[in-house]
């Protein structure tokens, strides 16, 4: 879903001259299996098994486990550096982007491509409006920052990161995702609200959210934003 994005975005960092490329929290691969560059593309994950995936997925890749708080690089050797629904999940967003801006040459680039705003969910008909409440909620217990994408602009500025371009997602439209990746949706909200929501009262809204996209009723907005900007001084 942000395909589109990518495309545009690595297009303006230069990808298909780049060198060296960073995806920082490239969990399974699925992003940087896709990449187009004559570069030597590194991939940085803090999970084992997330990397065990993304051999498979993105074999000519150079991965690493380590943590965004402290990038096991050098400074200044990567043409792009960039991450994918990362922010949101890190301890110190504001330190990633600092680490992100060291190891990027100095006019090389800096990319956040999605980060969310889920504190300004919007789900219609009005009865599926708990969800966006459910789903802030049980991101906050997984210690995630669900309202990160709204400060993303600030973040990098804050970070010292000389920002070329910011925008929105979706910002005028719904979001209307395949039945396979509701399915998917719903397994991870009925996983993460366990014990916060009785079981009942799951299936009952599941039904009514998928009786909504039948009736083509249903309007799903999650605001997610992206960045790209270049080291500042």
Not at 119 to 129: E, G, M, T, Y
Request: aromatic fraction near 8%; include cysteine; charge should be neutral.
């Amino acid at each position: 879903w942000t395909k589109d994005l990518r495309t545009y975005l690595f297009s303006r960092a230069g990808i298909g001259t780049a060198s060296r490329v960073l995806e920082v929290g490239c969990g399974t691969g699925a992003i940087i299996s896709n990449l187009k560059t004559p570069a030597i593309v590194h991939g940085l994950d803090l999970k084992p098994v997330c990397l065990l995936e993304a051999c498979r997925h993105a074999p000519q890749a150079n991965l690493n486990c380590g943590d965004a708080m402290s990038l096991p690089f050098a400074a200044g050797v990567f043409d792009i550096t960039f991450c994918h629904f990362l922010l949101l999940w890190v301890r110190d967003p504001l330190q990633a982007l600092r680490e992100m801006k060291r190891v990027t040459r100095p006019a090389g680039s800096i990319l956040a491509l999605a980060e969310p705003d889920y504190n300004s969910r919007v789900d219609k008909p009005d009865v599926l409006a708990p969800l966006s409440r459910w789903q802030a909620e049980s991101l906050q217990r997984q210690g995630a920052d669900p309202g990160l994408g709204m400060r993303l602009a600030r973040l990098f500025h804050q970070s010292g990161i000389s920002l070329i371009e910011t925008g929105r997602l979706r910002a005028d439209k719904g979001f209307s995702p395949a039945p396979g990746d509701r399915d998917l949706e719903w397994a991870v909200l009925e996983s993460d609200l366990e014990g916060l929501v009785s079981a009942e009262e799951i299936l009952r809204l599941k039904n009514l959210d998928e009786r909504a996209w039948e009736r083509g009723q249903r309007v799903l907005n999650v605001p997610t934003y992206w960045a790209f900007g270049i080291p500042g001084r």
